[in-house]
């Protein structure tokens, strides 16, 4: 049960942000696969890094579509990211960007988000749903003690696994 709720624990390091040309450049370092899911400004896919054969989530952002204020929002998304390492926290593994598209390489939560869980299951047992609170809750206190950059709740759900 808790492999699906929990994020591999990831030892701290900088996170790399690479400007390349185009999407050609990443596809030589990742092979794409199927949509995991999609927003206004982007979509997320799942890939494989082409050398190791590990997966991962990528979020693709046209950043042109998100405009002034939101390629302001995605930078400050970065920018948090790169600094949390929890374990019930997904976990960014690197970025790379072009002039119109920025890619987030994200660990991949293989059984799905929270949403898709309950969908599927249509409820939890007592001894899951304790583990997602306690989960939700440890990240929320880590969170909390990292100060004011971890305050855009509205966006911190995105980050939970």
């Not at 400004?41 to 998100?66: D, L, P, Y």
Request: charged share 30%.
């Amino acid at each position: 049960m808790t492999s699906q709720w929990t994020c591999a624990n990831n030892a701290e390091k900088k996170v790399p942000h690479t400007r390349i040309e185009d999407e050609p450049s990443i596809q030589k370092i990742y092979s794409f696969g199927k949509k995991l899911g999609q927003g206004n400004f982007g979509v997320v896919c799942e890939a494989t890094h082409i050398e190791s054969q590990r997966k991962w989530a990528i979020k693709k952002v046209n950043k042109e579509k998100a405009g002034t204020s939101g390629v302001k929002h995605l930078e400050r998304e970065v920018s948090i990211m790169k600094q949390v390492k929890h374990e019930h926290i997904i976990h960014l593994e690197e970025v790379f960007e072009t002039p119109k598209k920025m890619y987030l390489v994200t660990e991949l939560c293989e059984g799905g988000d929270l949403r898709d869980l309950l969908q599927k299951n249509k409820h939890f047992t007592e001894e899951e749903t304790r583990h997602i609170i306690k989960s939700l809750s440890e990240a929320l206190v880590y969170l909390h003690k990292k100060g004011d950059a971890y305050k855009d709740q509205h966006n911190l759900s995105c980050y939970f696994t």
